[in-house]
């Protein structure tokens, strides 16, 4: 059994109380002189550990700093970039919310806009209709080409009877403008340089000539252009015109005069420079634009070109209907492809009178070709030009997998954002070769196969937890009725290949124990003995998934209670447990 050891611990027991008893009272008197120093180190050292009380204390100084460096161009330099990125950021990813900002700002100017230019194109477009199509428009294109003038001007020209391009309203006193309105294809100069030079004009004449108490210029001639006034008694109306103007036109603005006098008369008398009491004069003024074109003598030859016209328009809209069919099953084509996981298309256009498409696809991606029926296409029509490459959608990556580890019967996998995870009971063969695997095929960062081995490792567990190895009396040598070391060495390899397996690692505690004969001084060496035995003879056999911790217990934890010679034979054994390494 082996002589017990004596400890002689009396005088060691001794100095350790003096020990302790030091560091005791040292710790008290840190505490008494550093104690409150600490305890405010500790408060600010948690507070910027605290990323919320930070970002409150934060919050409650910016609203601050920025009102008081609003002025600084310093700072407006600084933050100008961040507030561009986050501007074009925001539009990129969402620009609703932005258009719906501009949206009552630009749409009436928008709106405004095209209205404007929609209204002078479609006069100008009529008249070019009507003269398109005759022998006097082919000789009106002729003049044209020969003086270097458009040929809508030509047409204008030998067409217009006259044309109120423009109509100013004045004010008599100052000269200053107040209302001015224009033809919607007309380009103006500047409305106030205008208004200056009419009224100079006007009163060099006053101060030139001999003329009676309110009379007045009433036009004058600039080139092309008449200028027509009538005066009132605190504005004028000037109105300029192209070509010749009836005389019953002076009656117009005769009337619109007195009318603007009659809405406007105490805001033309007390005006003081403000023009916007004057903007409700511009429908009176509008009412002014009035034009008068030749009317057209049409000639019976015109019939067989307007037949020509008819057919050519009909034509054209044959055209543009079979282009707009063909146009949209292109982009349903088009809109097909990009919603196939695997299909990328880079660039679209048109190859030898036929549609071209070129991308990259996936070899486990539908055939483009297949897709054309869905969209009315004629195949021969469609030209595609398709380089291979693996792409990362969660299907295909799946399907590659599959088709590479061809998983045994019994045996799934699914794919969880780049982990492959393997579920059912595949063979450990399989899970080992699969492991290595797994890593090299395009879209798949590793294979997870703990839930799938978890019965497997919970079996091996139980079976080595389940068979103590029995030693002799007294000695380390094995029983011969105990487990067979040979069939613990195999138990513990099996542990040890599925923890390889499934990437986990497990402790493996050997626990020695004895009988209840002999004294403890005695029986938990001879139980460490005992335990290592067994944790040698692992060791033998490199198992580097498992992490083996030897100790020996004695007689404390005995299998059976019982003082019967077979009691002692099942407690002196050596227990193995197991348990997920930290």
């Known amino acids: ?29 840190r505490t008494l002189l550093l104690g409150p120093e600490q305890q405010h180190l500790a408060a600010l050292q948690t507070r910027l550990d ?16 920025l009102l008081r460096h609003a002025q600084d161009p310093h700072f407006t330099r600084a933050l100008t970039p961040s507030i561009e990125k986050a501007i074009t950021a925001s539009v990129h990813r969402n620009p609703k919310p932005l258009a719906d900002a501009l949206f ?45 003038r458009s040929f809508g001007e ?73 200028v027509w006034i009538e005066p009132g008694p605190y504005a004028v109306v000037a109105a300029v015109i192209r070509g010749t103007a009836p005389r019953e036109f002076r009656r117009t603005l005769q009337d619109t005069i007195e009318a603007v006098h009659l809405q406007f008369g105490e805001a033309l008398e007390s005006f003081n420079g403000d023009t916007a009491p004057f903007a409700d004069a511009r429908p009176a003024l509008e009412g002014c634009l009035e034009s008068q074109f030749r009317a ?51 660039t679209t256009g048109r190859e030898s009178g036929r549609h071209m498409v070129s991308g990259l696809r996936d070899p486990l991606a539908p055939d483009p070709q297949t897709l054309i029926a869905e969209t009315e296409l004629a195949p021969a029509d469609v030209v595609g030009h398709w380089a291979p490459y693996q792409a990362l959608d969660s299907a295909l990556v799946l399907s590659r997998a599959i088709a590479v580890l061809r998983p045994p019967r019994g045996t799934t ?35 997870d196969v703990v839930r799938a081995l978890e019965p497997a490792v919970r079996a091996a567990i ?62 938990v060496p001879l139980s460490l003995a005992r335990a290592r035995i067994v944790a040698d003879a692992i060791r033998a056999e490199s198992v580097p998934a498992l992490t083996l911790a030897v100790r020996g217990v004695g007689s404390a934890e005995p299998a ?22 930290r």
């Open 462 to 523: 139980g079976v080595i937890e389940s068979r103590p190895v029995l030693f002799v009396r007294g000695s380390v040598e094995i029983a011969d009725n105990s487990t067979s070391i040979a069939s613990v060495l195999a138990d513990v390899q099996q542990l040890n290949a599925l923890a390889a397996a499934s990437g986990r690692r497990f402790e493996v505690d050997i626990v020695g124990h004895t009988d209840a004969e002999g004294a403890d001084d005695a029986n």
């Open 154 to 226: 030509i047409l204008l020209v030998n067409t217009l009877v006259y044309r109120v391009e423009q109509v100013f309203l004045i004010d008599r006193r100052s000269g200053l403008l107040l209302q001015h309105v224009h033809a919607a294809s007309v380009e103006t100069q500047d409305a106030d340089m205008v208004s200056g030079m009419l009224t100079a004009i006007r009163d060099f004449v006053q101060d030139s000539f001999r003329v009676r108490e309110g009379d007045g210029l009433e036009s004058l001639q600039v080139g092309e252009l008449s």
């Open 413 to 447: 996998l699914t794919i969880e954002n780049g982990v492959l995870v393997a579920a059912g009971t595949p063979p450990l063969a399989w899970v080992s070769e699969a492991a290595k695997t797994a890593p090299l095929i395009s879209g798949v960062a590793r294979l």
């Open 296 to 346: 057209d003598e049409r000639h019976p030859r015109t019939r067989g070109a307007w037949l020509v016209f008819a057919a050519i328009t009909i034509a054209l809209v044959v055209w543009a209907g079979l282009w707009y069919r063909d146009h949209r099953r292109w982009n349903h084509y088009l809109d097909v492809l990009r919603a196939q996981p695997g299909i990328v298309v880079v």
């Open 560 to 581: 059976d209670a019982g003082q019967s010679e077979t009691s002692n034979q099942l407690n002196r054994r050596v227990d193995l447990r197991v348990r997920m390494d």
């Open 1 to 29: 059994m082996g002589e017990p050891s004596v400890l002689r611990g009396d005088e060691g027991a001794r100095q350790g109380d003096e020990d302790t008893t030091a560091a005791t009272d040292l710790a008290s008197l």
């Open 104 to 148: 009552p700002v630009m749409g009436p100017a928008i709106r405004q806009a095209v209205s404007a230019g929609l209204a002078g194109m479609v006069e100008s477009l009529n008249r070019t209709l009507e003269h398109s199509l005759s022998w006097r428009s082919i000789r009106w294109r002729l003049e044209a080409w020969r003086t270097g």
């Open 50 to 65: 605290d990323a919320k009380a930070r970002a409150e204390d934060l919050g409650e100084v910016l609203p601050q700093a």
